[in-house]
């Protein structure tokens, strides 16, 4: 699953397969790779993989101080490659960890290299945990690394309490297979098989994997097509619309198929489609939803009579007369793969007989306790049997969730009567004959955390089969349907026969995951016909239309070397347009009517489409070439002669443009007389000037065009007032300003034209504009704000508007300002203080806001750190009009001499959490910080001492020293909580010991189910020969715990994260008597119960672990 970096996400998913790229901060737009030019394969892979495993150990870890790492370089397949690694994270909180081409850079255009790979961080204190993840990828000079973005937790990583790092060293290992190279891009899916993909939009694999294996049962595509739907409905806001329309689309067309209407009628927004999910899951939301849509429809009841079963639950007593059964339904079967050779195996345990005797009796109504029997046998097999291997599954030893890679065997025929109907009820139908033929293998490729999905299908039951890839449809033989998908280990070749080298045997980490069954009295029913027929009209109509426009489109892109797109612009767009959406130049050639012309029709010809179009006569139309001056402005500059207009449209459009794009930009002339009909054009002799005219209102700050006019070189501006004052319903004698617009980037030029000069001293030429006003008046300069032309052009060019938001709700907008770009950063605060009704604008802060992630930027702009509004806007190459504000209670200059720091204190006998802010000179110690509480806090008596410690996801990982510099001290992950030191601490014994307690469970469903902690952490004291049940009396008064909770808690000795269940007899000194350990909390006395407690707002900064949320769709 080739997947490029994704749209927004807090979280990148945690199997997100990238290139590294250098993340900016937050998600990137999506890229879809374009096929490389060549296809030139250096060194072209032989078949038979080269593999090669590379350690590289890595010293003095935490003290890396470079944003990438790389390792030696290693050779595989007589490539070179090396591992980059980013030890703090590639703008994510996880390590990222990536395989790298080394010599990309030296290698010929168009090299291309594929590798099967595993990266790994080993776990130094037990192999076993080691983190290991594999994909596989084509390499070449766009994408020259591959790997993982998230590989794993940094907080996991650097504690090393964890095992990843030992002795501040670190070991990665990479296993690396180099594969045939197969040319991707020129591959045809549909000339190939006879069927299409669908596009991957992230991480939807898991999807397009379900999506195609439910489109080839056939009964279920008709059902899809006979659910009512009407014309008005959207695919976007319909499921059963949006299925249709995908459904069709695979069904007749001829490339592959995207996604996005689909999951946009599931409701799910771009941070669902790019988290991978599990297929068993989607599948049994999108059946449920489905069978919902489908009630009170010509197909209720499709999705039971395909795929629904039951099965009976049975308890059968052995010395009584007494049976209980429970009918159940189900839709698919879990089957076992763990200690399973094949799926008759799993079948075995499913239906395998449980003893209930011992300590373990069954309790029978009126019957008492008895020894008994229980078990499940089938009632009825669906037509369409959907079997979910569970090759997930929770390790108990390794307290984690683990795949299950074993071989493990599946039939091609299915026989679920064997051995006499051993699984079936005594009230199963007999009749039915249960023999079922394989129609599709789901495959998974990788590990627990994600990886990549995939089908292998034989839509007709015939012996072909075809992988589904997304968007790639291969034929492919039975055996890799089958046998490569059983799973368990493979050797590869000896790369060096005779040596007595160990073979490389490697795990098939791509195994089947889900297996269709159907039956074979049924198959004649469910692989029916589908047809047009089966298409309801509108869904017809509506698909062939976005077919045939979509075929147009390409139509038209195909034949675009054949056509030349002309823009013409008229006097009524420069009329429309100017003073509304420009305001420089005269024309947005994008707005203006486009004609899209044979390039070998003559351009009379031509003329005479446009007297259709605007009922300008041919002999009245005059046509001007727009030029692009140095000064990157855009003006008409000369007329087409009568020769040119004789040329073909192709030949022209080559005149006039010089950077060979398809399109030719012309202004039509048209003269009108004074009853508005059109004349033929004036003679133009080279003394004749073409001028554009705008008026300027002062008072409305209006801009607008006014029209054009012919002038003579050397005639002078004086002479034209009277004209332009008729233009302008001014009196004849008006006064007038007249200003030469002549550019506008990267600044404002326009300058004062003095009427008494002629029009070519004052340098004027066709395609010039003159913008115009009234004189302005002395006492005019009070009203205006920008009393003349070019003082109104500069305040367009630079106004921006901007967007507020309070940094407390960044989602909303509070108000917003019109500023200018040029403004200084006291100019904005100002403005902004001034809305905000505040006197001191230096209590003002502001944070720039990210573009990608949509957040504001963690940082915020310091005092007079930017000098203008435009550089607060800017974030990368994009520009953003939001800023964030916060109201501070003090000065920001002030406040950025000073560090502060939010403080929890705990109040010694009250039960109760105070949370202080405390603002000291950034050289003040940890002791100035505690002297600043005692002033704020309610101390149990005048000399009582107080502690600070570092709190970091409910452990104590430090205290304090009274000496301590603040400066350095972070309290935006870990919480700082200060106490009083207990009196009993004060005075420890010389065999007493101060030991850490926590509380945590044990949490199922996690799908890391490491020990949780929770709560609050705290110390105990715990003197020699002390027994359990002493030290819980002393624990229980400590938290005041009624005695009923109390009792159901367990106690355990925790080291490295392993708890050892403590009994009341045993003495709690003898297990905290290691030296040796790197930091206090690697062990622990445990407090095992339930989290009832209601979370406290303050532990709302402790980033907590994000699991993946469950599949829902939302319509």
């Given amino acids: 699953m080739t997947m490029m970096t994704p749209p927004p996400l807090d979280q990148e998913d945690d199997e997100m397969l990238v290139p590294h790229s250098d993340f900016v901060e937050g998600p990137q737009p999506m890229e879809v790779p374009q096929p490389e030019a060549a296809s030139t394969v250096e060194n072209q892979a032989v078949e038979d993989p080269p593999s090669s495993r590379f350690t590289w150990t890595i010293e003095n870890f935490s003290r890396l101080n470079t944003k990438k790492h790389y390792s030696d370089i290693f050779f595989v397949g007589g490539y070179k490659w090396r591992v980059l690694i980013f030890p703090k994270g590639n703008n994510v909180d996880q390590l990222s960890m990536y395989l790298d081409v080394a010599d990309s850079a030296s290698l ?73 190279v197969v040319d991707y891009w020129t591959y045809d899916s549909k000339k190939e098989t006879g069927y299409v993909g669908l596009k991957n939009q992230g991480a939807t694999c898991y999807m397009n994997s379900l999506l195609q294996t439910l489109y080839h049962i056939p009964y279920f595509r008709k059902a899809v097509y006979h659910m009512p739907t009407t014309e008005n409905d959207m695919p976007s806001g319909s499921i059963p ?57 010509v197909v209720e009841g499709t999705i039971q009579q395909l795929f629904e079963g039951h099965h009976m639950n049975y308890i059968e007593c052995i010395n009584v007369d007494y049976k209980s059964t429970r009918k159940e339904s189900f839709y698919d079967l879990q089957l076992d793969v763990k200690g399973c050779r094949d799926v008759y195996a799993s079948f075995d345990k499913y239906v395998e007989v449980e003893r209930l005797e011992g300590d373990n009796k069954y309790h029978a109504e009126q019957h008492g306790l008895q020894d008994a029997k229980k ?93 589904f890839d997304d968007e790639r449809v291969t034929k492919e033989d039975v055996k890799r349907a089958l046998e490569e998908q059983y799973g368990g280990e493979e050797e590869l070749p000896q790369t060096n026969p005779g040596f007595n080298n160990t073979p490389f045997k490697f795990t098939k980490y791509s195994n089947a995951y889900m297996l269709v069954y159907i039956r074979e009295s049924d198959k004649d029913k469910i692989i029916c016909n589908v047809d047009e027929k089966d298409i309801a009209e509108h869904l017809r109509m509506r698909l062939k239309k976005e077919q045939e426009e979509k075929e147009h489109k390409k139509k038209e892109k195909a034949e675009a070397h054949l056509y030349t797109i002309i823009k013409v612009a008229r006097n009524e767009d420069l009329a429309e347009q100017i003073g509304r959406d420009i305001y420089f130049d005269l024309v947005d050639h994008d707005k203006v009517r486009s004609f899209r012309i044979q390039k070998q029709m003559p351009f009379n010809v031509f003329k005479e489409d446009v007297a ?56 039509l002339e048209v003269e009108l007389g004074l009853d508005l009909r059109p004349l033929p054009p004036p003679d133009k002799t080279k003394e004749d000037i073409l001028l554009f005219f705008k008026l300027y209102d002062c008072e409305k700050e209006e801009l607008r065009y006014l029209g054009r006019l012919f002038v003579k070189g050397a005639g002078k501006p004086a002479e034209i007032l009277t004209k332009l004052n008729e233009m302008a319903g001014f009196p004849p004698n008006e006064e007038i300003e007249l200003y030469e617009e002549i550019k506008f980037e990267p600044t404002v030029m326009c300058e004062h034209i003095d009427k008494k000069l002629t029009f070519r001293v004052s340098q004027l030429e066709d395609g010039d504009i003159i913008c115009f006003q009234k004189s302005p008046l002395v006492e005019n300069d009070e009203q205006c704000r920008y009393p003349d032309v070019p003082s109104f052009l500069e305040y367009v060019h630079n106004r921006q508007v901007v967007h507020f938001r309070s940094l407390e709700k960044p989602k909303e907008d509070d108000f917003c300002l019109e500023l200018s770009k040029l403004f200084t950063y006291d100019d904005v605060v100002e403005r902004v203080a001034r809305q905000l009704g505040l006197d001191d604008p230096t209590k003002i802060r502001l944070t720039s806001h990210n573009c990608y992630s949509q957040q504001p930027k963690p940082q915020p ?35 950025q001499g000073l560090k502060t720091l939010k403080v929890a204190f ?63 001290i972070n309290d935006q992950y870990w919480t700082l909580r200060a106490e009083e030191i207990p009196e009993e601490e004060k005075n420890l014994g010389p065999q007493d010991r101060l030991i850490h307690v926590y509380h945590f469970t044990k949490d199922a469903a996690q799908n890391q189910m490491q020990v949780q902690n929770f709560g609050e952490p705290f110390f105990l004291i715990i003197h020699e020969g002390e027994t359990l049940a002493e030290v819980k009396v002393r624990i229980q008064k400590k938290l005041q715990v009624p005695d009923e909770e109390f009792s159901k808690w367990k106690f355990a000795f925790l080291s490295l994260g392993r708890p050892e269940y403590l009994q009341d007899t045993d003495i709690v000194s003898s297990r905290f008597q290691r030296r040796d350990v790197y930091g206090a909390w690697e062990q622990y006395l445990g407090l095992e119960h ?13 980033n907590r672990h994000t699991f993946e949320k469950p599949v829902k769709i939302y319509n």
Avoid at 927 to 939: H, Y
């Fill in 612 to 667: 259709k179009e605007f009922g300008i006569p041919v002999q009245f139309q005059r046509f001007w070439l727009w030029a692009k001056r140095q000064n990157h402005t855009y003006r008409p500059n000369r007329p087409l002669t009568h020769q040119e207009e004789m040329q073909s449209v192709g030949q022209l459009r080559e005149v006039s443009n010089k950077a060979h794009n398809a399109e030719l930009k012309l202004f």
């Fill in 861 to 895: 702009i310091k005092f007079r750190g930017v000098e203008h509004l435009s550089d607060m806007l800017v974030h990368y190459n994009q520009t953003s009009d939001i800023l964030y504000y916060e109201v501070l209670d003090i000065p920001l200059p002030e406040l």
């Fill in 1090 to 1102: 339930s989290d009832s407690a209601p979370k406290r707002a303050y532990a709302a900064n402790q």
């Fill in 375 to 467: 078990g499940v046998l089938f009632i009825d097999f669906p037509p369409v049997l959907q079997l979910q291997l569970k090759r997930f599954e929770y390790d108990f030893m390794r307290d984690t969730m683990v795949k299950i890679n074993d071989r493990y065997e599946f039939p091609l025929q299915l026989d679920l009567d064997r051995e006499n109907g051993r699984y079936l009820s005594p009230d199963a139908d007999r009749r039915v004959r249960n023999l079922y033929t394989l129609h599709s293998v789901l495959v998974h490729s990788g590990g627990v955390h994600g990886g990549h999905y995939y089908a292998f299908i034989r839509p007709t039951l015939t012996d072909q089969w075809f992988k």
């Fill in 906 to 968: 705990h109040h010694s006998t009250k039960d109760e959490v105070v949370i202080h802010t405390i603002r000291l000179p950034k050289q003040s110690t940890v002791g100035d910080v505690i002297n600043d509480l005692k002033t704020k806090v309610e101390l149990s008596h005048p000399n009582a001492e107080l502690r600070l410690l570092e709190v970091f996801y409910h452990k104590i990982y430090k205290i304090f020293p009274p000496s301590e510099k603040i400066e350095n």
């Fill in 108 to 180: 010929p255009y168009g090299w291309s290299r594929y590798a099967q790979f595993s990266l790994a961080v080993i776990n130094q204190i037990h192999n076993k945990y080691s983190v290991r993840k594999d994909t596989q990828h084509q390499f070449n000079a766009r994408e020259s690394d591959w790997g993982f973005t998230s590989f794993m937790p940094l907080s996991e990583l650097y504690d090393p309490s964890r095992g990843y790092l030992v002795n501040d060293t670190c070991i990665v290992e990479a296993e690396v297979a180099v594969r045939r």
């Fill in 241 to 297: 619309l949006a299925l249709q329309s995908l459904f069709y689309k695979l069904q007749y067309t001829d490339n592959s198929v995207a996604t996005k209407e689909l999951t946009k009628s599931f409701g799910w927004d771009t941070y669902d489609s790019f988290m991978q999910h599990d297929v068993q899951e989607l599948n049994r939301v999108l059946c449920e939803k489905l069978e919902d849509k489908m009630k009170g429809t």
